[in-house]
């Protein structure tokens, strides 16, 4: 492996890290030599995505969290930082979709998803789980990367950031406040020596994408908007994270990279 990858010697937290992009995320990061603290809500599957880790031959911390509570993100950071020693790399990955319209629209086709008024929660859920996480565990994490004037913090945001779908406000509307998140604080932490970039993922198969791809002609719709003309592994995400993890990316901060077939290319 060229040295520049190399991540021996590293230490990362990736939350959501139960299934999925976050999984095959701290995965793929641990293959390239880093020791990992995973964390989501559900401990019997960050148990599993450990032991993979270890079987990989490097160090895991299973860390159960709901990362939309500060506090338990508090708990998590310090706690990965008790087990690991220090962060060198954050990757905010945790997420879940929902929404619906604002209003039942006249004439709309009334399906269980488009004929009710979007409800606070449902709102509040899925911003305090996707934006809000994202910068209390910014916030959480960055005191010892600004002691240390070192580190590298990826935020997996999505082409819904800048792909306005009906019915997906909240989820469009958190994607794309991480966005700006990611390129505020790359904007603060930049002279203190610390990337902060996000991935915008395209269509990946996960537990969060089965059921609406599974819905008829989706597939081949979702297909059909791809340059590409197909979907790709989760480990092509898990590369472009070991990138951005990595001294190979040092001179990048501030960006968004579309992982998405060329989709964004398109339609953006
Ligand atoms: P999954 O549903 O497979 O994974 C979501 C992960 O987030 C799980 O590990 C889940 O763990 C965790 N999670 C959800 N809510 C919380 C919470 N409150 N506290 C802690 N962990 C939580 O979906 P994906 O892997 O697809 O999604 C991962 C990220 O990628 C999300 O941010 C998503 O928006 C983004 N993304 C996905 C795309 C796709 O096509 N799949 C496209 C673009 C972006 P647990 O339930 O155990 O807590």
């Not at 879940?96 to 998803?113: F, K, M, T």
Request: charged share 20%; net charge negative.
């Amino acid at each position: 492996m060229l040295s520049d990858f190399n991540l021996e010697g590293k230490t990362a937290l990736v939350t959501g890290a139960s299934s999925g992009i976050g999984k095959e995320i701290a995965l793929v990061l641990a293959e390239a030599g880093a020791d990992v603290a995973v964390a989501a809500r559900r401990l019997d599957r960050i148990e599993e995505t450990a032991d993979e880790i270890r079987g990989l031959g490097r160090r895991a911390v299973p860390i159960q969290a709901d990362v939309s509570d500060s506090q338990q993100v508090d708990d998590m950071v310090s706690q990965a930082t008790e087990s690991l020693a220090r962060i060198d790399i954050l990757v905010n990955n945790a997420g879940i979709s929902g929404g619906g319209p604002l209003v039942p629209l006249p004439d709309g086709e009334a399906n269980s998803q488009t004929s009710r008024r979007l409800a606070d929660d449902t709102w509040h859920r899925v911003i305090d789980t996707n934006l809000s996480s994202c910068m209390y565990v910014n916030r959480a994490v960055a005191p010892q990367m600004l002691e240390r004037r070192s580190g590298k913090i990826i935020n997996i945001s999505s082409t819904s950031a800048i792909l306005a779908e009906p019915y997906g406000s909240a989820y469009q509307v958190s994607k794309a406040g991480m966005k700006m998140l990611t390129k505020t604080l790359a904007n603060e932490w930049g002279q203190f020596n610390i990337n902060v970039n996000a991935i915008g993922p395209g269509w990946f198969v996960t537990e969060m994408t089965d059921d609406g791809l599974n819905v008829p002609g989706k597939y081949q719709e979702a297909v059909s908007n791809i340059p590409l003309g197909r979907l790709t592994n989760l480990r092509d995400l898990g590369l472009l994270a070991v990138y951005l993890a990595s001294p190979a990316s040092d001179w990048m901060t501030g960006q968004i990279i579309y992982l998405d077939g060329g989709e964004t290319a398109i339609y953006n």
